[in-house]
């Protein structure tokens, strides 16, 4: 522990620190930050922290974030069901919905398979998916079956090594159903990440996406 600083605040920059990205000069920062806030400033900063943490949760159709019951775009009814896009992170979700050109609905990971990562199939929300396409099939089977039927998967992971062998590993999981399974169109530049592509990026990538 470094002595120049107090103990409490210390402890401020290490918590900052074990932000992804953030490093021990970036964490001073926002430490520093912190304290020239007024008292009340400073409570509804942690306040907001602790509402985020205690009111958010996963959605039980598409884990995405939500504070209800289910998301807002698994609860829009406008949405085509039929089609479900699949994206690695809650914050991928936001990204493609700024292009404005997708109406269907969503399933986040939570994560991609990783080796180095120690990030296996079973660590992200595989099985979910599958679950959700296989309640689908047996909706076009059966009337009396609560579930819409999915007719396309959209892999839509990074296009880096992990997020394709992801979305290969998933598209190979996904070949005994009777659904089209694409992926995007590499409008995003390889080793790139969805969460920073522009609307437009976004919007040729979801036109060009290709079956795998």
């Given at each position: ?11 401020l ?27 009340g400033?400073?409570?509804a ?19 995405n974030?939500?504070d209800?019951?289910?998301c ?15 994206v ?5 979700v ?20 990783s080796?180095?990562?120690?990030k296996?199939?079973d660590d992200?929300?595989?099985?979910e ?18 579930a819409?039927p999915?007719?396309?998967?959209i ?5 880096d ?5 992801t979305?290969?590993y ?5 070949k ?9 169109a ?15 990026t ?11």
């Open positions: 522990m470094n002595d120049a600083f107090p103990a409490a605040v210390e402890q920059i290490s918590q900052f620190a074990r932000l992804p990205g953030v490093g021990r000069k970036s964490a001073q920062r926002l430490a520093f930050y912190i304290l020239s806030l007024s008292d400033e400073a409570e900063f942690g306040q907001a922290v602790l509402d985020a943490k205690r009111q958010t949760g996963l959605c039980p159709v598409c884990l974030l939500t209800g019951q289910r807002r775009i698994c609860r829009d009814e406008r949405r085509d069901a039929a089609t479900v896009c699949v690695s992170e809650p914050r991928d936001a990204a493609i919905e700024r292009a404005r050109e997708y109406r269907g609905v969503y399933h986040v990971l939570h994560g991609v398979i080796p180095a990562g120690n296996s199939p992200i929300r595989i099985r998916l599958l679950e959700r396409v296989r309640a689908g099939e047996s909706a076009s089977e059966d009337a009396a079956v609560d819409a999915i007719t396309e998967v892999l839509a992971t990074n296009p090594t992990e997020g394709d062998t979305a290969l998933i598209a190979r999981l996904l005994p159903f009777s659904v089209r399974v694409t992926r995007l590499y409008g995003i530049p390889i080793g790139g990440h969805v969460e920073f592509a522009d609307a437009a976004l919007s040729r990538s979801l036109e060009g996406r290709r079956e795998i």
